[in-house]
């Protein structure tokens, strides 16, 4: 989909957080906001996914999440002064209430123009989507 969408101009691709378990998935999505700052967004974005542990397992902790940013060679202070202020609360809660409101019931969902997609896992079904919103 980058490859032959998004790269090529016709497509713009907007990731949300749906942070729907929990203080410790909060926090890592706004840790990632924080890793984004940095222009790693999705290298902090994969290493949460292949460290999650279970639903509030002490997997995300502050200290965690800080150490991940620190073995992905991240500025330490930067990414530390980050996540302690709390910066990206607000937006992470946005997306929440947003993801709510559209009807979101897991992760992923993929919406093309405002329609979901049924199974964004499906890359033929999503590719279909895009072409039919794309002008003509």
Not at 56 to 61: M, T
Not at 65 to 88: H, I, P, Q, V
Not at 107 to 134: E, H, K, M, W
């Amino acid at each position: 989909m980058v490859e032959e969408f998004v790269t090529a101009g016709r497509v713009r691709f907007v990731y949300r957080h749906y942070a729907f378990l929990g203080r410790e998935s909060v926090r890592a999505a706004e840790a990632a906001e924080c890793a984004a700052e940095q222009g790693r967004f999705w290298e902090y974005h994969d290493t949460l996914f292949s460290n999650w542990g279970g639903e509030n397992r002490g997997a995300f902790s502050d200290d965690r999440l800080k150490r991940f940013a620190a073995a992905l060679g991240l500025d330490r202070e930067k990414f530390n002064s980050c996540l302690d202020s709390g910066r990206y609360s607000y937006r992470v809660g946005a997306d929440n209430r947003d993801a709510q409101v559209t009807g979101v019931r897991g992760t992923p969902t993929v919406f093309v123009n405002n329609t979901q997609v049924g199974n964004p896992l499906d890359y033929s079904q999503l590719r279909r989507a895009i072409l039919a919103a794309l002008p003509r």
